[in-house]
Every structure is written in structure tokens, then in C-alpha cells.
């Protein structure tokens, strides 16, 4: 079975500060693929990014950066130079590859960006 | 290009009714998911389906809720009859391959009371 964990529920930073969000997963399989997804009030789940088990280079993209470490099952996100617009709910998730596609999620952890 | 709609948007019915939630995947999808959030828990799979056919029921609670999806594009939920604790916003996702990244909706808010 999987699990992910999300420790932090709801984090607070005044804007312009970086902020880094945990998220720590189980499973016994070793193919497998790691997401993130952002909540906006408006309440849709939105794709960040997805990774793949043997791809452990850490990735950019804007002010946004995921650290993937297998040693620690962890894939953690930093938003760097955060602005209001990051506020909302993320979800990191994890599914398995080849015959059970579905998606096992943490529990959320809420970002507020303070102006 | 449209992205997964969902209807309604929000729902509430008494504990006893029946309610028909909507899905419609981003075309050309054959991946379609259906995941619930109850109230400050994790969001949780409840079923997938490859075309119109259903690849992985586990996560459906029970024999109150049926999904169907006739003709592999739109899908929808059944719950009937309605119970308390089937309050909790339902999404729908869409895939173009498994294992590929999944596209949610916005979600339908369902209150039983």
C-alpha cells in the first residue's frame, strides 16, 4: 500500500520570503511517480509536476523547485520569492506504474502568503 | 482546449435522495477518475475507467454509489440513496495515457443533510 505524508498543515510567510513544503511517501514498489498539485480558492486541483522514480535531478521551473530524495522518500517543494497569488492548498501525491494508476494523496498543506 | 467540466457545481439534497454528478474529460481522454474529499481528509480514488469500461472500483464506499460511462467520454456518479457522511466535494480527472499526469475538474460540492 501507498502513503503520503504531508506534515504541515497550514504554513503562513509574509511575502517575498521562501517557503518550502514537505511531503514524504511510502510504498514498497520501486517504479513510481510522484506529483504535486495546487488548490486555489477556486477549488480546481492544478497540475504542478510530475516525477518519475529513477529521475532524482532536482527541477526548476520559475520560482518554483522540487527536491526528489529517494535515500529519504521525500519530494519537497520551495516556492522561492513567494507572491499572494501562491496562496492555496497543496496536495502531493503519488501513484504506482503499471496497473494501478491512481493517485494516493497527502492530506494537503494550506500556504497563506501574508502582504 | 477545454479542460475536465464538472456539474453541478454544488449540491444539496436530504439524507434519502438520489444526486447525479457529471463529468466530462478533456477530449480525446480515455482515462477518466473519480476522487472524493471528505470535509479536512485526504482526497481518495474512488474509481477509474479506460474508455467505458471500469479498469479499478476498490475505492468506491459501497453499493449506493454507481458510475457509469457510456460511450467512453462523459461519466457520472450516482449516490442513492444519500447518507450523511457522502458530504464532501467529488472530482473527476482525465488522463490521456495511465501513469500520465491527470487533469482535474473543479469539483462538485455535495452536502447531505
Known amino acids: 500500500a501507498q502513503k503520503v505524508t504531508q506534515a504541515q498543515t497550514e504554513i503562513s510567510v509574509v511575502e517575498k520570503e521562501d517557503v518550502t513544503l514537505d511531503c514524504v511517501y511510502e510504498t514498497r514498489d520501486t517504479t513510481y511517480y510522484l506529483f504535486w498539485y495546487k488548490q486555489p480558492p477556486s477549488g480546481e486541483l492544478v497540475f504542478l509536476i510530475r516525477?518519475?522514480?529513477?529521475?532524482?535531478q532536482n527541477e526548476i521551473s520559475g520560482r518554483y523547485s522540487w527536491n526528489f530524495q529517494k535515500s529519504t522518500s521525500s519530494f519537497n517543494f520551495t516556492i522561492t520569492a513567494s507572491q499572494v497569488v501562491d496562496s492555496a492548498v497543496y496536495f502531493c501525491a503519488l501513484s504506482v506504474v503499471f496497473g494501478n494508476e491512481k493517485l494516493t494523496f497527502g492530506t494537503g498543506t494550506r500556504l497563506t502568503i501574508i502582504p | 482546449e477545454a479542460g475536465v467540466t464538472q456539474f453541478p457545481s454544488h449540491s444539496v439534497i436530504e439524507k434519502g435522495q438520489t444526486v447525479t454528478l457529471r463529468c466530462d474529460p478533456i477530449?480525446?481522454?480515455?482515462?477518466l477518475y473519480w476522487y472524493r474529499r471528505v470535509m479536512g481528509k485526504e482526497i481518495k480514488f474512488l474509481l477509474h475507467f479506460v474508455k467505458e469500461s471500469k479498469q479499478d472500483e476498490s475505492g468506491m464506499p459501497n453499493n449506493r454509489f454507481l458510475a457509469e460511462r457510456t460511450g467512453g467520454t462523459y461519466s457520472t456518479l450516482k449516490v442513492q440513496p444519500a447518507e450523511l457522511e457522502d458530504s464532501g466535494v467529488y472530482f473527476c480527472?482525465?488522463?490521456?495515457?495511465?501513469?500520465?499526469?491527470?487533469?482535474f475538474g473543479p469539483g462538485t460540492r455535495l452536502t447531505v443533510t
Open positions: 516525477r518519475n522514480s529513477f529521475d532524482e
Open positions: 480527472a482525465s488522463s490521456q495515457e495511465t501513469g500520465y499526469e491527470q487533469y
Open positions: 477530449s480525446g481522454h480515455d482515462n
